[in-house]
């Protein structure tokens, strides 16, 4: 995707006629190359900018060789020679004072900074185009570049629905490295495509599942083996920052510092800066905090002043206390009791052998959607990830809108729910029969149900069940001690 869309900008880059059909030539067969991930064509595409760079004959035809020459640098990963070039590109724009040429090797230089070990300097390199689009709201160039730079992504024309799609296309990349046995250097692509999954949830604010992306990755470099200062520093600094936005700062001050120790050994200025401001930041909240809980001991001895000068109300209190603690008991007890009778209608379904086919038992089948969903059920085809409605309703020679409708129809529900609660109730089935699932994490069983994230199976479960998976796995593990 990211070559796709750098290759579009160069396209546009290029209004020279002359100069600029070599390389629109040299980039169409490139760009068809590069989907089956060809490196000589990088190579090429290298030797192109050097070429037309010795031909160039002004200054924005060097600064198109130079970004040619980024660009393939930057797909064969060799940041370091590609920013050596995007730079002098953007000095060359710089000193023109031509705030289009400039916003392109901008562009450039946030995208190799946000994919690289410079990435500590995207939020400048960010700013910087900020400031460069102030005069230039109301064109397209401004919206797309906008867009480009919240989803953290290159700059292209987006779709609203492009976002999602970043995230699904990672999490396949992911489900991909899971089920292959493979080499070290597949294990660094796998990692690195759950940091950048990990990083859009961030920004997005899903901190729950970015906390899951960035421990899963640490989880792989620990049972792998792997030693990789950049992995660890993206690691525990955004762990740090996730941790500071949900107030734990003690653990936001231990991983900003283990990051900082990092970057500090490997001389990553750019990080040092930007972790030293975090920490910064970090320091001022707990003085915030200090603060605000020295006015409320200030207020709780006013308080404690006034309740000693209403002593008269003390056996009142205490009442109501007491009140509330016998209510609060019974309310606790009620839930216990609620929770063991919800827990006994599930055993009681799994016995019955009814848990996906209640629909079956009391209509015969001389309904070809019916059928169809009976062979999801049977054959588990709900655990396949690339499983939807469209794959479905395809591979029956379906109408997708009819066999939704059947969905709601017989399961009174629509097609991710009912995928949902086929997962939920094939686990709750291993669970009930498989003792040592019980002695598993909540991670690693939402996994084995064919959930990408924690939070999903938790809310799914609870919403199936009236009970959380947590208190399922107590309930179930008393029955097994019985």
């Known amino acids: 995707m990211k070559r796709g869309i750098l290759l579009k900008i160069l396209m546009l880059l290029c209004m020279n006629l002359t100069f600029g059909q070599n390389v629109i030539k040299s980039y169409k067969s490139f760009y068809e190359s590069s989907i089956h991930k060809y490196s000589d064509e990088s190579y090429k595409l290298v030797q192109l ?41 953007d000095s060359i724009a710089r000193k023109n004072g031509i705030n289009e040429q400039e916003l392109r090797t901008s562009l450039l230089l946030y ?54 799609k970043i995230k699904e296309e990672l999490k396949k990349e992911i489900t991909f490295y899971k089920d292959e046995n493979v080499d070290n250097k597949t294990i660094f692509n796998h990692l690195n495509s759950l940091l950048r999954l990990a990083n859009l949830y961030r920004q997005d604010k899903d901190y729950d599942n970015a906390k899951n992306y960035y421990n899963y990755s ?123 009778k919800y827990f006994e209608n599930i055993i009681e379904n799994l016995n019955k052998d009814n848990l996906y086919n209640s629909a079956f038992e009391s209509q015969k089948l001389d309904n ?50 009912y995928i949902s609660y086929l997962k939920i109730y094939n686990i709750i089935n291993k669970l009930n029969n498989n003792p040592d699932l019980l002695e598993y ?11 990408y994230s924690k939070m999903e199976f938790i809310t799914m479960f609870k919403r199936e069940t009236n009970l959380s998976p947590s208190e399922f796995i107590n309930l179930l593990q008393k029955t097994v001690k019985k």
Do not use: M, W
């Open 441 to 451: 994490d909540i991670n690693r069983i939402s996994e084995i149900a064919g959930f």
């Open 111 to 164: 995208n190799i900074y946000s994919n690289s070990e410079y990435n500590s300097y995207s939020d400048i390199e960010k700013q910087r185009i900020y400031t460069l689009l102030s005069k230039r709201k109301n064109d397209k160039i401004y919206r797309n570049v906008i867009k480009a730079i919240n989803l953290n992504i290159p700059y292209i024309d987006l779709k609203s629905s492009d976002y999602v």
């Open 218 to 340: 640490k989880l792989i470099c620990d049972k792998k083996g792997i030693s990789d200062e950049l992995i660890d520093l993206k690691i525990y600094f955004g762990l740090g920052e996730i941790a500071l936005y949900e107030g734990d700062f003690q653990l936001s001050n231990d991983y900003l510092s283990k990051s900082l120790e990092i970057a500090k050994l490997k001389d990553y200025k750019g990080s040092i800066e930007i972790i030293n401001s975090k920490l910064a930041i970090l320091e001022d909240q707990r003085i915030e905090e200090v603060n605000k809980n020295e006015h409320l001991n200030t207020d709780s001895v006013k308080s404690q002043n006034i309740v000693s000068n209403y002593s008269k109300y003390y056996y009142f209190i205490t009442l109501i206390f007491l009140l509330i603690l016998f209510i609060s008991f019974y309310l606790f007890k009620q839930k216990k009791k609620n929770q063991k």
């Open 49 to 89: 900018g050097d070429s037309l760079y010795n031909n160039s004959i002004n200054d924005e035809q060097k600064i198109y060789s130079l970004i040619t020459s980024g660009i393939g640098y930057y797909n064969l990963k060799n940041y370091g020679n590609s920013l050596k070039v995007s730079k002098k590109a």
């Open 368 to 417: 070809e959607f019916l059928e169809i969903l009976k062979k999801i059920e049977d054959d588990k085809e709900f655990l396949n990830h690339n499983l939807s409605l469209a794959s479905v309703a395809f591979k029956n020679k379906v109408s997708s809108s009819k066999l939704e409708d059947a969905i709601k129809k017989y399961k009174n529900r629509n097609f991710e729910d």
